[in-house]
């Protein structure tokens, strides 16, 4: 029961919040209980899957091949926790950042319906239901990119909206291959069917293609740098901290590590484009010199990483992998509420027009995020990228490793130059103390994710995970067991 | 022959008319058969919303359907996916669970069976009725400064129940 | 086998025309016909032949019937592309109204 109200809950105040017309201090009332309220049950799932393993739970009445599932998971869990924590932040945050624009009860309408649509894709154990709510996090995600009423915001969201419906497009034509040879739609039973018919290489194609421009992976990243930037500070936080990773990342490893059998064709290709994609963006956000564009392809740069620890394909690269889209989400999402923190202050996106008005505060938050991304030792970010370099040696993969550990130089040289230009001299311009406290309490949440890398910790947290996503067994007994 | 500027001729205007109530009945129709013959909520409503539209192209702007009932359009329109949801809660309550239904079903292939099916038929058609009409508006009479894009993007979710 | 490559040139065919058109209307146009494609493939792996409609109704056997769950399916993503394609066309009357064209050649703020 507790499952359902991960979708039921966002979705039911995202449409009290569509009828409240004008009330802005009520929507933001409302948009605060949700989240925080979502931010609670999801540590709550935690000891609950502790105690009484993997929760299954079948909807209307139904059993399992007839009806939608839905199943939480140690993954489901940890992907459920990232997207509330990341919510929850850019909702406190947008009290005092959104304040400017008006018909905020629609703003903060569709947030909810985003975070719906996230939580939705993670926890459901169907797959066309996965691609439903895939959908209604895009809808509203497309509005979103849009939400500020510019030119540049139109045009970007146009962007989006088309190449991401490709993107369903292609996943619903594997989702029709996926069936036919299958004759299921639920996710544990064709894990199991799916190991005595190996020849899906159609659907292979179709996933990988449809997925990877959802994760922005090399040929496909275009949209990203553009889309992310033209949404509000608060949302961009959202799109580049979580949205990329559930509907990039979280759907292939669920798909291509736990439903399908591991295919080594599939891993070489997102090693390749993996690697590429860590390349590209690296160097294109050397280039840039609007500050969120730079933070975008930033973005594109680290999903490189994630995508290309997952095509190593071992246990150690799955641990970075997840380890990584954990510290990614914090820093990007901090980075991108900095951002939003600059702009507020100087009143301009572009790096070389700044003058340095900006508050102490996102001063030391945005040092320690960019020292964060970069890689640098006390940060959780350092250690993730540890674990996939490491995991790349292992394999055997050196010259791989070796362009990792160059990406990540890169990465700390333009981050560099985005501090030296953002912050010449220490300013006093004021920011609203909401936003201010998040930028503290994020900030510092970049320091504690290195403490999951001590192994008595990780082995409670992050192993398990990586259990779950290793043992495809468990996965596909949750469907002969049956649930409620 | 455009003498006002206010929708099409009085032909059309005359045959509208009769046939806007025959589209309205006919989608309301649908809507109430959903669960014995093809239809249901989402055809129903679209038909629903088609006779709205139909009297809005044949009168123009100052015809009887006004353009200013759109918070009340917004708020029919959530309330569709509100009442879904709503029923989907109340199986807690009866024990069972989400979207369960738990209403006696009754007798197969009767109008009145099926437990909460029709119910969930008229609230998918509140929704998709008040949310097509509402598109309809937003881009045919587009004002300065609205958002057109908002009301459409919550259209999807009344479906994921099924 | 024929019938699911053909569904798949359909598809090409909507993809041909978001990748060259420089109409924004035709764009979205092509990610219709894209949309169509998909649907008429899922409707193709449902078919059986000799099958009938599959609804229930007194006296039918529905052991004859094709497979209802992917027409289901159809049904379900005509809705999301009609919300989707909603959203398109809002989108563009915002680009016609903020450019003043409907040339994407041209629609061009945006760097990179």
Request: charged share 10%; hydrophobic share 50%; with cysteine.
């Amino acid at each position: 029961m507790i499952a359902s109200y991960f979708v039921i809950i966002p979705l039911l105040s995202g449409f009290v919040l569509a009828m409240s017309g004008k009330r802005n201090k009520f929507a933001e009332l409302v948009a605060l209980i949700t989240t925080s309220l979502l931010l609670f049950l999801s540590v709550l799932l935690f000891p609950l899957i502790n105690a009484s393993g993997t929760i299954f739970y079948q909807l209307s009445g139904w059993k399992v091949p007839y009806t939608i599932s839905l199943v939480v998971d140690n993954l489901s869990a940890f992907v459920l926790f990232l997207v509330s924590l990341v919510a929850f932040f850019s909702t406190l945050y947008s009290i005092g950042y959104m304040r400017r624009f008006s018909s905020l009860s629609n703003y903060y309408g569709l947030l909810m319906l985003l975070i719906a649509g996230l939580n939705g894709v993670t926890i459901t154990g169907d797959l066309f239901n996965l691609f439903v709510f895939m959908e209604v996090s895009l809808i509203a995600t497309y509005a979103l990119v849009a939400f500020q009423g510019e030119a540049e915001h139109y045009e970007a969201a146009f962007k989006y909206a088309i190449l991401g419906s490709i993107s369903s497009t292609l996943i619903l034509f594997g989702i029709g291959c996926v069936y036919s040879a299958t004759s299921s739609l639920t996710l544990m039973q064709i894990s199991i069917k799916s190991a005595e018919t190996p020849v899906l290489y159609l659907a292979y194609g179709f996933f990988l293609t449809g997925f990877g421009l959802k994760a922005s992976m090399f040929p496909f990243h275009s949209w990203l740098p553009d889309a992310h930037p033209s949404a509000p500070s608060p949302v961009s936080a959202m799109l580049s901290g979580v949205l990329i990773k559930v509907l990039g990342a979280y759907a292939m490893i669920r798909v291509f590590f736990m439903v399908f059998q591991k295919s080594s064709l599939v891993l070489e290709t997102l090693l390749v484009f993996g690697a590429i994609t860590m390349v590209v963006g690296a160097i294109m956000a050397f280039g840039q010199n609007d500050i969120k564009r730079m933070l975008g392809f930033s973005s594109v740069s680290q999903m490189g990483y994630i995508i290309f620890a997952l095509g190593l394909g071992t246990p150690l690269g799955i641990l970075g992998a997840i380890y990584h889209m954990l510290n990614h989400a914090v820093l990007k999402g901090t980075l991108f509420l900095d951002a939003g923190a600059i702009e507020m202050s100087e009143g301009t996106r572009d790096l070389e027009k700044m003058t340095g008005k900006s508050d102490q505060t996102v001063y030391v938050s945005t040092l320690m995020a960019s020292m964060g991304i970069s890689g640098v030792p006390p940060f959780g970010g350092f250690f993730s990228k540890l674990v996939i370099i490491m995991a790349a040696i292992y394999s055997g993969k050196y010259i791989y490793a070796l362009i990792a550990l160059a990406v990540s130089v890169i990465t700390l040289t333009y981050y560099l130059k985005m501090l030296k230009k953002a912050f010449p001299s220490t300013g006093d311009a004021k920011i609203p103390s909401s936003m201010k406290s998040v930028l503290i309490i994020m900030s510092l949440l970049t320091l504690i994710t290195a403490i999951l890398f001590i192994p008595s910790i990780r082995e409670v947290t992050l192993d398990k995970v990586v259990d779950c996503v290793t043992n495809r067994e468990v996965y596909s007994q949750l469907f002969m067991a049956g649930g409620n | 022959m455009a003498e006002k500027h206010s929708g099409m001729t009085l032909i059309v205007k005359t045959i509208t008319r009769f046939t806007v109530w025959l589209i309205l009945l006919y989608g309301i129709f649908l809507m109430i058969h959903g669960h014995l013959t093809p239809g249901g909520g989402f055809v129903g409503g679209l038909v629903v919303a088609l006779s709205f539209i139909h009297m809005k192209l044949a009168f123009g702007k100052k015809g009887p359907v006004k353009g200013s009932g759109k918070t009340f359009l917004h708020a029919l329109d959530s309330s569709g996916a509100l009442l879904f949801l709503g029923i989907g809660v109340a199986a807690f309550f009866a024990g069972l669970p989400f979207l369960s239904n738990f209403l006696p079903k009754g007798k197969l292939f009767d109008l009145f069976s099926a437990g909460t099916i029709p119910i969930l038929n008229f609230a998918i058609m509140l929704k998709v009725g008040a949310a097509i009409f509402l598109v309809f508006i937003a881009l045919n009479l587009y004002e300065h400064g609205s958002k057109a894009g908002n009301s459409e993007d919550s259209k999807n979710e009344k479906r994921e129940g099924e | 086998m024929g019938l699911y490559l053909l569904s798949f040139i359909l598809f090409l065919v909507g993809l041909y025309g978001v990748l060259t058109k420089a109409n924004i209307v035709k764009i979205i146009l092509g990610s219709g016909i894209m949309g169509y494609a998909v649907n008429l493939f899922l409707i193709l792996i449902a078919y059986r032949s000799g099958g009938t409609f599959p609804i229930l109704l007194p006296g039918k056997d529905p052991g004859l019937m094709v497979d209802p769950l992917p027409q289901a399916l159809v049904l379900t993503s005509i809705v999301i592309e009609l919300g989707t394609t909603a959203l398109l066309v809002a989108l563009a009357v915002n680009i016609h109204k903020h450019y003043g064209t409907l040339n994407v050649r041209k629609v061009r703020r945006l760097k990179g």
